[in-house]
């Protein structure tokens, strides 16, 4: 009887720990959205009419965002990725004006900002 014992819970430990390998190998290697859906989402989400992201990590877990409303970028957000599918949005602050894909976008959005207010 112990011996039928053991073998269940050693059954049971190898389904745990193979369960818990794939689950972390889908967390970890798997792209949880690609560019086109998450720069859709963003856009219905802030009100934009263009959103430029970029990937920060090889499982499509972390984005920057530009938010274009009306040919400018207005504002930086950041996108987190959940590995279900939903995605959390929240103010990127300056962080896209340090990122070297973005910061073109807001410096070049700043200078044509200052151009007409210069010759208005």
Known sequence: MNARIAALVGL?????????????WYVKDHTRISQASLESKVVANEGGSKATCIKKDANAA???CAVTVAG??????????RPWGSV?????????????????????????????????
């Open 62 to 64: 972390h984005w920057l």
């Open 88 to 120: 959390a949005i929240a103010n990127g602050y300056f962080r896209c004006q340090n990122d070297p894909a973005l910061a073109p976008l807001f410096h070049t959005a700043k200078k044509k900002k200052a151009k007409q207010q210069s010759s208005a």
């Open 72 to 81: 400018q970028p207005e504002k930086c957000v950041k996108a987190h990725v």
């Open 12 to 24: 049971v430990a190898v389904v745990v720990i193979v369960i818990v390998v794939g689950g972390y």
